[in-house]
């Protein structure tokens, strides 16, 4: 007579936090969002000056930007299996520390230096990424979309925060550039601080727990509704590195200053943030989430389509559209992830999923604009090809926006 395995244990589920420990909680949450983006955002504005300095080739310092992408979509995997060992809080902490190692690496004057500390500061950013939505899932089951917007505008903020301020801090305090990026990592101490008293909360992991963390969700890549998720995290997400990496160039390169383009940058961010706090909070309100995601790749289509036209003459109102557009377009990729999982484990695992494959996707965008551009010789082809890539994202969009959950056992 034979007998069944034992089917791997799951934690019990925790008590949903209220009153004041759910604030505390969803500032928390705000904070460390908001590391999620200057470390690697503040390169662009530096990236002149971090290449004459250094002697490093073009392609070279672009991968300054694509090495942290990478790591997103190989490290998220990862994040899943870490979050159920160690519990989310602590392993949310441990990615504040990896931050903080991350810039501190970019004191040292060394090109290896600086790329070590960008795959650190990967790392730690590429595990956040995939538990703060698991994490909004457990604690804030009533409050997804609120959450979702909180957490998306706390990224475009970050974003926002290190394009504009980055360069007149520099010189303001006549500071290297190792210097400079290194003084993000105040940010990331500061986030570490504040969620020290989450830590102990919930990281006792049951031993359900710990036994759970060798079976994860299973049957997910062959979800067609995951893959649209997926696709939907990729592509828009190749869109918006793909344009923060290059934008202040194009508008250089139409008669532009550096500190007038790099502001560009900065302003679209600003807008980034009402696009992806809005976003998640309207749907179902006033517009479905499937309309909502083609609205915001169409304020993008009408932003690079200015830009063909007249990039520097209405760079205003390009980045004004740009910044809406891709704010809402990221706010609904994780507020896809968020309810399209009946729970906090499938959120982990689907948030794995479409970060490992959507990330690895966008980090081919900086390169590939940038190889042609090398060949078309001016910006035309590359923005023209951006522009095609937002129908598949479209498509994307409508099928991830079903009212379904995704299958996995």
Same mark, same amino acid.
């Given at each position: 007579?034979?007998?069944? !395995? *034992?089917?791997?244990?799951? !934690?019990?589920?925790?008590? /949903?936090?209220? %009153?004041r420990r759910a604030l505390y909680l969803g500032l928390g949450v705000v904070l460390l969002a908001l590391n999620l983006r200057p470390a690697l955002v503040a390169v662009s504005p530096l990236? %002149?000056?971090?290449?004459?300095?250094? %002697?490093?080739?073009? @392609?070279?310092? $672009?991968?300054?930007?694509? =090495?942290? +992408?990478?790591?997103?979509? +190989?490290?998220? *995997? /990862?994040?899943?299996r870490l979050g159920r060992l160690l519990g989310m809080e602590r392993s949310l902490l441990g990615t504040m520390a990896l931050i903080g190692a991350g810039t501190a690496l970019r004191l040292v004057d060394s090109v290896v230096a600086l790329f070590a500390g960008t795959v650190v500061i990967g790392a730690g950013i590429a595990v956040a990424n995939v538990l703060l939505p698991g994490l909004i899932k457990r604690d804030f089951p009533a409050r997804a979309g609120l959450m979702t917007g909180l957490y998306s505008m706390s990224l475009f903020g970050g974003a926002a925060l290190a394009a504009g301020v980055t360069v007149p801090v520099q010189r303001a305090a006549g500071l290297s550039w190792q210097a400079t990026l290194a003084c993000w990592g105040a940010l990331a101490v500061v986030a570490l601080v504040c969620w020290l008293p989450q830590v102990g909360t919930r990281t006792r992991v049951p031993a359900g727990a710990a036994g759970a963390a060798a079976h994860p969700v299973r049957g997910l890549w062959r979800s067609p509704l995951a893959w649209q998720v997926t696709g939907y995290m990729g592509l828009q997400s190749l869109s918006y590195y793909a344009a923060a990496a290059w934008l202040p160039t194009v508008l250089q390169d139409a008669g532009m200053s550096a500190g007038d383009a790099g502001w560009m940058l900065s302003y679209s961010s600003l807008l980034g943030i009402a696009g992806s706090f809005l976003a998640p909070v309207i749907v179902g309100r006033r517009l479905r989430a499937g309309t909502l995601a083609a609205v915001s790749a169409l304020l993008c289509a009408v932003a690079f @389509?200015? =830009? +063909? @036209?007249?990039p520097a003459g209405g760079a205003y109102a390009w980045m004004t559209l740009l910044g809406l557009g891709q704010g809402g377009a990221i706010s609904l990729a994780l507020l896809f992830i968020v309810e399209r @999982? !009946?729970?906090?484990r499938h959120?982990?695992?689907?948030? $794995?999923?479409?970060?490992?494959? %959507?990330y690895i996707l966008a980090a081919t965008g900086p390169a590939v604009l940038g190889a042609v551009h090398d060949t078309a010789g001016s910006w035309t082809v590359p923005l023209t090809l951006l522009l095609v890539l937002l129908v598949p994202q479209i498509a994307a969009g409508f099928g991830a926006a079903r009212p379904l959950h995704v299958a996995g056992r």
């Open positions: 007579m034979t007998t069944a !395995p *034992p089917r791997p244990a799951t !934690p019990e589920p925790a008590a /949903v936090p209220t %009153g990236a %002149g000056t971090i290449r004459d300095d250094s %002697g490093m080739s073009a @392609a070279a310092t $672009s991968l300054l930007t694509a =090495l942290p +992408l990478l790591c997103f979509g +190989l490290l998220a *995997p /990862v994040a899943p @389509a200015g =830009l +063909l @036209a007249t @999982a !009946p729970d906090a959120t982990a695992q689907l948030s $794995s999923m479409a970060q490992c494959f %959507g």
